[in-house]
């Protein structure tokens, strides 16, 4: 997606320990208009790759950062959207499908929640998430489509850190589609090389 590397080649900043800064346009302050193209993009390249969009029910993401891309997509295909908390509130059920993944920005390790009333043995489900970078929130988040026996169809990224072992991890253990809007590399002096 061009648009989005453009946005991150001006806007973008490497902080270091493997953390983009896009909080400007992407999980701080949302440029709405940008994040609705990336939900048709999203669409357009899952297709693209193969995959039947008409058949997806639900979109799976993780708090917070996640959502906008994921809600995007979800208006896109005219599907739910559900996102897995990081903290039960008090109207969550007892029995609930749960991962732990760590978490770099917040330098610890998050648990992700998601009610069984949401998530459903019938339901296929697409993943759409802010980064691919380590994958361990995205290995959580299908390991929390595994646990309610529903059937995952494709994973989607805004932005993949190609630097780190994310692909890697997630074609470990799913076999279909996993796509990236926008493919982010450092050069030797930690320089964001972008492509879209």
Not at 16 to 45: P, T, W, Y
Not at 84 to 113: H, N, W, Y
Request: aromatic fraction near 4%; hydrophobic fraction near 45%.
């Amino acid at each position: 997606m061009q648009e989005l590397a453009e946005r991150i080649e001006t806007d973008g900043v490497y902080l270091g320990q493997g953390i983009i800064k896009v909080d400007g346009f992407l999980n701080h302050q949302i440029d709405s208009g940008l994040v609705m193209r990336m939900g048709h993009a999203f669409v357009a390249e899952l297709t693209a790759a193969g995959l039947d969009v008409n058949g997806v029910t639900k979109i799976l993401t993780a708090e917070s950062s996640g959502i906008s891309p994921a809600l995007a997509t979800g208006i896109v295909l005219g599907v739910p959207v559900i996102y897995a908390r990081k903290k039960p509130p008090l109207t969550m059920s007892q029995k609930i499908f749960t991962a732990e993944a760590p978490s770099r920005t917040k330098g610890d390790m998050v648990k992700l929640m998601v009610s069984p009333l949401y998530l459903l043995p019938e339901d296929r489900v697409l993943i759409i998430d802010d980064f691919l970078a380590t994958g361990q929130t995205l290995v959580g988040l299908i390991d929390i489509v595994g646990q309610a026996e529903a059937t995952l169809l494709g994973v989607g990224c805004v932005i993949e850190k190609v630097f780190e072992p994310g692909r890697e991890r997630i074609t470990a253990v799913f076999d279909g589609p996993v796509i990236s809007l926008a493919k982010v590399d450092l050069d030797g002096d930690d320089t964001l090389l972008v492509d879209g």
